[in-house]
């Protein structure tokens, strides 16, 4: 795991377990049958490391008790624990309410064995996406809501493009470029430039390609964050 740069995580079923896996893992997941189980979620506590809870099988009076008894920082999940779980039966629409209720990260614990829910997830803010992954001919109670190999690759891939998409598009004033914009041979129509530090001024230019408009971005790190002045949104 660490090799790959990946964080080894495990869920104790019992309070021995948290003392056997104390020294391995450096953040506790509570599966969703457990966060009831106060010995449990006391002994995770006393090791004051970060939880995920998972809310499947929990009410949200149980719920709130399992986060409320513990101090180190928290997110929660949201789970239907359905196997392989609808689409209608998701909860997507939970993670709004959970944020609000609970004042942490929040994410989803999907089991409809596809890799839609999740992306939609990130795409609403989730912090988190957990999905159980299958070999290929693989059985169980899970195996109809896991994802394969292949599959985890598609959406480890999605997620960076929607976390990437949803940054703010900016570009600096001072090493703006042009873009055309072309009527595409439309009669009595004159080709222009635009110039993108001053969207004001136009000037005409008829020997032009006419064509689709395109775009030429400048350098992001050249813009400053802080002041709006530096950068235009798109």
């Known amino acids: 795991?660490?090799?790959?740069r990946l964080i080894f995580l495990a869920s104790p079923f019992s309070v021995e377990a948290v003392w056997l896996l104390d020294p391995l893992v450096p953040a506790w997941k509570v599966a969703s049958g457990e966060v009831g189980n106060v010995p449990l979620i006391d002994a995770i506590n006393a090791t004051r490391k970060s939880v995920i809870l998972s809310s499947g099988m929990s009410t949200w009076a149980e719920l709130d008790h399992a986060y409320a008894s513990l101090t180190?920082?928290?997110a929660v999940l949201q789970c239907t624990s359905v196997y392989p779980c609808r689409a209608d039966q998701v909860g997507l629409g939970l993670l709004g309410e959970m944020r609000e209720r609970f004042g942490c990260a929040v994410g989803l614990s999907d089991h409809s064995g596809t890799i839609?829910?999740?992306?939609?997830?990130?795409a609403l803010g989730a912090a988190i996406v957990e999905v159980h992954v299958a070999f290929s001919g693989a059985y169980g109670i899970d195996a109809e809501a896991s994802l394969s190999p292949k599959e985890l690759k598609r959406l480890v891939a999605g997620v960076w493009v929607i976390e990437q998409a949803m940054k703010p598009a900016m570009?600096?004033?001072?090493s703006a470029q042009f873009w055309t914009v072309s009527t595409a041979g439309a009669p009595g129509k004159t080709p222009y430039l635009w110039d993108k530090v001053d969207r004001g001024r136009v000037a005409a230019d008829?020997?032009?390609?006419?064509g689709m408009c395109y775009f030429e971005w400048s350098a992001l790190e050249d813009a400053d964050p802080a002041d709006p002045a530096t950068w235009y949104s798109c």
Not at 1 to 4: K, P, T, V, Y
Not at 171 to 174: D, F
Not at 206 to 210: D, E, H, S
């Open 171 to 174: 570009m600096t004033r001072k």
């Open 1 to 4: 795991a660490d090799e790959l």
């Open 72 to 74: 180190s920082a928290r």
């Open 116 to 122: 839609y829910p999740s992306l939609a997830a990130v």
């Open 206 to 210: 008829a020997g032009m390609t006419k």
